[in-house]
């Protein structure tokens, strides 16, 4: 059974710090290029970051570029998110997702707060 | 990048009638290989987004077939042919041809 766990969101003030971990199970983590989607309270799904299979591509979406660092260790299967001088604007859930347009697969989310 | 646009963004519906939303890409979905990559999300009150259609028209493991996918090109369709209580939720289209992917805004199904 495929698994994505997201830990490591919480309460942050304006310009601080947090990384995001995605733990995979169930399938060959080192054979697909993995993705942060995120959704802000009462809004809908706006994609962040993604990464190629082996990490050798990174992708950003421009409101995050330059903040957020994506990565991935295949030996551990567990994909990440480095985000720095996080904004009230990037208060979400963020979520992990495998997206190959097949056979899709969201992990339940981890919350980010973002408040003084 | 591809924008995707949805139509309705909500619907109201009696149970046992059927819903219908569309979904408009920017340009074609049709990948290199052939493929066309669009796929159909269920989001339920507080859970996760959860897929239900793959490849236009593809019913993921565990989806009733009273859901079904159709289009082509740049103009896809999501029916639900007998609305349940348990579909109440947000539906996205989203396409899978070109990074990034890309979301729909949501289309909110409720029961009237």
């Known amino acids: 059974e495929v698994q994505l766990v997201e830990s490591g969101g919480g309460l942050v003030q304006p310009g601080g710090s947090l990384r995001l971990s995605c733990a995979a199970s169930?399938?060959?983590?080192?054979?697909?290029?993995m993705h942060w989607v995120r959704q802000a309270p009462g809004k809908g799904l706006e994609y962040v970051s993604s990464i190629t299979s082996n990490g050798g591509s990174t992708f950003y979406a421009s409101s995050v570029k330059g903040r957020f660092i994506i990565s991935r260790d295949n030996s551990k299967n567990t994909l990440y998110l480095q985000m720095g001088s996080l904004r009230a604007e990037d208060m979400a859930v963020y979520y992990c997702?495998?997206?190959?347009?097949?056979?899709?697969?969201w992990g339940q989310g981890t919350l980010v707060t973002v408040s003084s | 990048d591809i924008v995707m646009t949805q139509t309705p963004l909500s619907s109201p519906v009696t149970l046992g009638q059927p819903a219908s939303i569309s979904c408009r890409s920017s340009q074609s979905l049709v990948h290199s290989d052939g493929n066309t990559y669009l796929s159909w999300l269920q989001q339920r009150p507080g859970q996760p987004p959860r897929l239900l259609i793959y490849k236009i028209s593809n019913r993921f493991s565990g989806v009733p077939d009273r859901f079904s996918g159709g289009g082509a090109g740049t103009d896809f369709t999501l029916k639900i042919s007998r609305v349940e209580a348990e579909d109440v939720g947000v539906y996205y289209c989203m396409q899978a041809t070109q990074f990034p992917r890309t979301f729909g805004q949501g289309t909110k199904v409720e029961i009237k």
């Open positions: 997702a495998r997206l190959t347009g097949v056979l899709d697969y």
């Open positions: 169930g399938f060959t983590f080192s054979s697909y290029n």
